[in-house]
């Protein structure tokens, strides 16, 4: 009888890591300096991208919700934009806005949110395991005693931005379009219609990016405030329209062969239409404050009702 070969060992198969269901960076998010504070922005589209699933939530968190509107200049108020994991980004914010509420004073506040942003990472890191601690990107500011600066940190690393900064995949078309109209000193108003203008070009050509707008203020001399998706998106629309017209008139600016009599139609025809835009911006904003007005005089009537 023959010997009986040996038992072969049963080759097992790795078992596969199991995926993690993330919503990655598919966003944008940016802040400004302004002549008097910042403004901060992002869109509202929250991507999971292995579900090919899309949700939508809010990515500016203004604190304290109950200060907008209200603060004065002494008043600390943060915002805080970011891209990358949603829980994450809450978590981060929750904390910081924890630990800097109590602060003394404007340079207190800028380092204690910046610890919690390091301790955070540190903290969640030693609970994760290595390698699947949620990424994140932040853009914040930060406005109190008159003063206010802007942040962006990429994980744990904080770093001050001088005039402008973004996050989110988003950011090449945000920091392209911010390096060729933003500037240090401009306008309040100019610095929302550029926040807008960003936004809308984002979720117009950049994959990832959509849903509503929102824009924050940080108003350094008080009345910080936050601008409805409504008129933010008639803001962008404005300027797209007249972004249309300006191309050609750059071209035939240059161009030897057109008369100068044609360019000079060209030219009159390019500024009408611009001052009609115009026109439609002073229209747009009446109309805004007409419901505005009609809302709150609705709100006192329900409060105090006729007797």
């Not at 942003?117 to 990107?137: A, E, K, M, W």
Request: proline share 7%.
């Amino acid at each position: 009888m023959l010997p009986r070969p040996p038992c072969q060992p049963l080759l097992r198969q790795p078992a596969p890591k199991p995926k993690r269901l993330r919503s990655r960076a598919v966003t944008i998010a940016a802040g400004f300096r302004f002549n008097g504070g910042l403004i901060l922005c992002a869109d509202t589209q929250e991507t999971i991208q292995e579900l090919h699933s899309k949700t939508w939530t809010p990515k500016l968190i203004v604190e304290p919700a109950d200060k907008i509107g209200k603060d004065s200049p002494d008043d600390l108020m943060i915002a805080i934009a970011g891209a990358g994991n949603g829980p994450f980004i809450e978590k981060l914010t929750e904390l910081a806005w924890a630990a800097s509420r109590n602060s003394l004073s404007f340079q207190d506040a800028c380092d204690n949110i910046q610890q919690s942003i390091i301790r955070t990472h540190n903290d969640y890191g030693q609970v994760f395991q290595p390698g699947y601690l949620p990424s994140v990107d932040l853009v914040y500011g930060v406005k109190m005693q008159g003063q206010s600066k802007l942040f962006r940190s990429t994980g744990p690393v904080v770093n001050e931005l001088r005039n402008y900064g973004s996050v989110g995949v988003g950011r090449y078309m945000a920091d392209f379009l911010a390096s060729r109209l933003h500037q240090r000193y401009l306008p309040g108003t100019q610095a929302i219609i550029l926040a807008a203008y960003v936004l809308f070009q984002c979720k117009e050509y950049v994959e990832g990016c959509g849903g509503d707008s929102n824009i924050a203020v940080l108003n350094e001399t008080g009345n910080s405030t936050t601008l409805h998706p409504w008129r933010i998106d008639t803001f962008g629309e404005l300027i797209r329209e007249i972004d249309m017209h300006l191309p050609q008139l750059l071209l035939s600016s240059l161009d030897y062969s057109v008369p100068p009599a044609d360019f000079q139609k060209q030219l009159q025809f390019t500024l009408q239409v611009i001052a009609e835009i115009q026109k439609r911006s002073v229209t747009f904003k009446e109309q805004w404050e007409r419901l505005m007005g009609s809302r709150r005089n609705e709100a006192t009537t329900t409060a105090n009702p006729q007797t």
